[in-house]
């Protein structure tokens, strides 16, 4: 039996979408303090910038911000060309980004609104998915790490686009851990609510919602999100692909 001193991520790349804020923040940094090399990329550049900045002055690590949007095909493409011209090569993709619009009633839902849910969660997943997981077959390995939600598995009225587009994205999960296995682990995080900058928007009875309907009883801290993370980036987690690793505080 091999022995582990802990996740080490030393002399390979992460790139992270939805790098900038919340969990994928989160994410970033704990992948360069343990030696990782990293690309934080979000839609604005600015903030994407700040997050590389502080990275470098906190960890010393290399990190390189971009802009992309992950709703659009054509900037999956550029985004991957981006950094392998930075890099040369990607060791861990964290697809991350993702979005949960409010509305009134399902029947309101316009078809852009729908277009545009499926397209951020999913089409860009799969897209970045496909050219960074082709590259790491042909380079001999690497990690890609699909944070989903527990909508996914209990789909509620109030958020039913989005739990669609995450449940299919358990399903690109699957099918990218078959289609480049053996090198290439592919795995779901799946992520319960946490207390990032969209808790802000929360109803004032979510606190009491959680106690009863979580065994934890309560959301999750941001940085509670970080030792999967890393689990599922380092070869502590070498004999796990295709998998859903739930970090949700156990809903009721």
């Known amino acids: 039996m091999s022995e582990h001193a802990g996740p080490d991520l030393t002399g390979k790349v992460a790139l992270v979408t939805g790098g900038s804020r919340g969990l994928g923040e989160q994410m970033v940094f704990a992948f360069a303090r343990a030696g990782a090399d990293v690309v934080v990329t979000s839609r604005k550049l600015e903030a994407c910038e700040e997050v590389a900045r502080r990275v470098r002055e906190e960890t010393g690590r290399r990190a390189f911000a971009v802009a992309s949007h992950v709703g659009r095909w054509s900037s999956m493409d550029e985004l991957a060309e981006a950094v392998d011209r930075e890099f040369g090569a990607i060791d861990v993709l964290v697809n991350n980004a993702g979005m949960s619009p409010l509305f009134d009633k ?59 587009a995450k449940a299919g994205l358990n399903a690109l999960t699957v099918g990218f851990a078959r289609a480049y296995a053996p090198t290439v682990r592919v795995n779901t995080l799946l992520a319960g609510p946490f207390r ?57």
């Not at 999913?122 to 496909?130: D, E, V, Y």
């Open 106 to 164: 399902l029947s309101d839902v316009p078809e852009a609104l729908y277009d545009k849910v499926l397209d951020v969660n999913l089409k860009g997943t799969f897209r970045l998915s496909a050219l960074v997981g082709q590259q790491m077959m042909e380079r001999g390995g690497g990690s890609i790490i699909n944070v989903s939600s527990y909508a996914s598995l209990s789909p509620q009225p109030y958020f039913l686009p989005y739990a669609a």
């Open 196 to 252: 990032t900058d969209v808790a802000e928007h929360w109803p004032e009875d979510t606190a009491e919602r959680h106690r009863r309907t979580y065994a934890l009883q309560r959301a999750g801290e941001p940085d509670e999100v970080v030792g999967a993370a890393l689990f599922l980036a380092s070869d502590m987690s070498s004999y796990t692909t295709g998998s859903i690793v739930r970090v949700d505080g156990g809903p009721l």
